[in-house]
């Protein structure tokens, strides 16, 4: 805590509204938003940064929770002197709506009924998760953002604001994401979903007051984290190490890849809720930042600056699509910088290439702030 | 049935042994392999193909079981004037020990019991399954074999068949395969296991009485398929085309490529077992084809000549792997041609990508046969 990089011991923070009416069409509410700040807003409300969590992230970005040891999810990348400079700006970071850490979601008390929504939840739109942030920044009397940034499903969210809220935004900065979702991504996303709805804990989703589909959710995290690395990432990371296991039973992990994996889907199922990953993992493979027209129209005339970065070895959401958007952008006339990073790290790079991030990311945010 | 290029109407043959020695040292049998024949064996017994299957192939490789309408897995690629032409080669396919198609795997009658194995099956190897094709081949009075071929797991079992019994080659075809399987590919099978065995109908192994894990293999088996293709031949097949349903269900299939993985995974748990899933997936992940040491050593001196194939956008079976088994015979000193071939459609190309195939086989046959 007496590190002078990290913002210290934070605060979640919740805002409650009545009501929104969502890209269905359904209205609902009422909606709590969790969230978490960092740094001081200035005067002329001029230096807020909006940071846009991925599928599985939360509004702890940065700092620790009192009696924590764990710093939140890209602390590495926020606060003083580092990317996101919280000596500099004024950091904000929420729960997505359909989420699992303080905002509303499926696992939320329906007021209604005074049960767990459970399917009862709407169905969700990464537009929504967007419409719930906008409300959440109006509350903190923001009228324009400095940047929104995020990797992955948090760059979709980046993208829903660049066509939504454009107005608002300064500049943007979309990580390792994409206009929308290729049929292997979706695939990736239903075999997960299935993993979940074949375990019968799972129930229809109606679960919260037994045993959760832990075993489904576990093998759902497992394809994901496969996802995440890169086949050379893996290879320096296990190699074909195996494991000394006293387990006598003939299919238990022997190998130490399958060692991390078991651990990491049974650690996830401790964190994270189900039915989130049925309604969030959805809202991804519906999102189509242009709903169908071609992205460049729907940012043209934008003032907004983007910076772009995606990394080699991403094959889930591989550099091309970050070029899509890039290509959009000129096309559309704005002004967008594309870095593509040189990391072995496949998907995880967003979270890990820290020093490359840091250094674009600081530049760019120095040069928005001061062309004031 | 009229169709010159055809082998015609075939029938699956058995040839049963007391016993073999597995690879840890348990002794197991008696042992069935189910194979299938096509073309005709010379009188200087020169002529024998053996085929190799993949991890969910079987011995019917080409032709027809009366009354079927579907032929075998690579008829594309043998009968007359195909590939691996029937009309000059007489071509050999066998069902790998631990399968569920004809030879003795873990749904088969344990003698000790008069129940089916189970996880009483011992634990096997690529090696075991090369020494029951092995049995077959003396058993059919075969002391040279003009080729052994396979993609996949069929080529691991090639890779097998040269370092255990490189005198009885004079030419190997090992497609879209690795030396070893790297922590990658060991980490999609873990995952297919892992939502088998989450199954509570998987019941340790014990449900050949009941209710198979369906669901469970279900989703290994989607989780395959996306392996199978590539990011390009999905976008090709499907892009983000939707399905029309009526299903009120919220989390049902909605994409193209959703229903198409249902559909798969549901079709293989009509012809596939859980066990046998789980056996030879472990199998491949084990096989070290020269056991950990240099490759090139294993086969150094041999006399067999290679044409080692793979396919530019094969991600789970990367070219790199097959590169790396030509770079082991060239130290090795052995004559090898390598032949990447343009593809998109994944490892799957290696069952689509006849003409090339074809032509690159039939060729590299000729000269091997006519070299006599």
New interface residues.
């Given amino acids: 805590m007496t590190d002078k990089s990290s913002v210290g011991v934070v605060e979640t923070q919740y805002f409650t509204f009545a009501e929104l009416t969502l890209e269905s069409g359904e209205k609902f509410g009422p909606i709590t938003i969790a969230y978490e700040t960092y740094g001081t807003l200035n005067a002329e409300k001029s230096n807020a940064i909006l940071i846009l969590h991925a599928f599985s992230g939360d509004a702890h970005a940065a700092g620790f929770h009192e009696g924590d040891k764990k710093p939140g999810w890209w602390d590495d990348m926020i606060g003083p002197d580092k990317a996101f400079d919280t000596s500099q700006y004024f950091v904000v970071c929420s729960n997505v709506l359909g989420g699992c850490k303080g905002s509303t979601g499926p696992s939320s008390i329906n007021p209604a009924t005074q049960k767990p929504y459970g399917?009862a939840f709407p169905?969700i739109a990464i537009e929504d998760m967007v419409a719930c942030q906008k409300r959440l920044i109006d509350h903190l009397g923001i009228a324009q953002l400095l940047s929104v940034a995020g990797g992955s499903m948090g760059g979709m969210q980046v993208l829903g604001w660049l066509t939504m809220f454009p107005d608002m935004l300064r500049s943007a900065i979309p990580i390792a994401t994409t206009i929308?979702?290729?049929?292997?991504q979706?695939?990736?996303n239903?075999?997960g979903?299935?993993?979940i709805?074949?375990?019968?804990h799972w129930n229809s989703g109606d679960y919260y007051d037994g045993t959760p589909p832990a075993?489904?959710l576990?093998?759902a995290r497992?394809?994901g984290h496969?996802t995440y690395?890169?086949?050379a990432s893996?290879?320096e990371?296990?190699?074909?190490q195996r494991k000394h296991t006293d387990e006598p039973f003939?299919?238990t992990?022997d190998?130490?890849?399958?060692g991390y994996?078991?651990y990491r889907?049974d650690a996830f199922v401790k964190r994270f809720d189900a039915n989130s990953y049925?309604y969030i993992s959805?809202a991804m493979?519906h999102f189509?930042a242009s709903n169908g027209k071609p992205f460049q129209k729907a940012i043209s005339g934008l003032n907004a600056k983007l910076l772009v970065l995606a990394f080699e070895s991403d094959?889930l959401y591989?550099a091309y699509q970050s070029q899509e958007i890039v290509k959009a952008c000129k096309r559309a006339g704005l002004e967008a910088t594309y870095c593509q990073i040189d990391s072995t790290y496949g998907h995880d790079a967003f979270l890990l290439e820290v020093d490359e991030e840091t250094h674009l990311i600081s530049h760019f945010l120095k040069r928005v702030f001061q062309n004031d």
């Fill in positions: 399917l169905l929308k979702h290729s049929p292997q979706i695939a990736f239903e075999v979903r299935q993993a709805m074949a375990d019968p075993k489904g576990a093998v497992m394809i496969i690395m890169s086949d893996m290879e990371k296990f190699g074909r003939k299919f992990t190998f130490e890849v399958e994996l078991n889907g049925l959805k493979d189509d094959w591989p």
